[in-house]
Nanobody
Framework: QVQLRESGGGLAQAGGSLRLSCAAS????????MGWYRQPPGKQRELVAY???????NYADSVKGRFAISRDNAKNTVYLLMNSLKPEDTAVYYC????????WGQGTQVTVSS
């Protein structure tokens, strides 16, 4: 069973940056479009960034211009660089295929203080 392991979250101040990593077992990252999702406290999980197999990226309006998704197929890892963080970016962040096919990992908590 493919496993997803997110890391890199933590506490940041508004305006700061964090880089998240998602390590996948197997060759999932090179075989499927991948997405970063987040679930703010008390809200539903939402897709915030997407990267196709060919490298095309797309972002939710709320993060466009601030976040950047990338991947390293050789390392089976997807990254999310988050700049100009805002308190409303506070959430648990997850990765998965897009559309989702895999069991969700534990996620990584991102907390942005004002």
């Amino acid at each position: 069973q493919v496993q997803l392991r997110e890391s890199g979250g933590g506490l940041a101040q508004a305006g700061g940056s964090l880089r998240l990593s998602c390590a996948a077992s197997g060759s999932i990252v090179s075989s499927f479009p991948m997405g970063w999702y987040r679930q703010p406290p008390g809200k539903q999980r939402e897709l915030v960034a997407y990267i196709s197999r060919g490298g095309t990226t797309n972002y939710a309006d709320s993060v466009k211009g601030r976040f950047a998704i990338s991947r390293d197929n050789a390392k089976n890892t997807v990254y999310l660089l988050m700049n100009s963080l805002k308190p409303e970016d506070t959430a648990v962040y997850y990765c998965n295929t897009e559309p989702t096919r895999l069991t969700w990992g534990q996620g990584t908590q991102v907390t942005v203080s004002s």
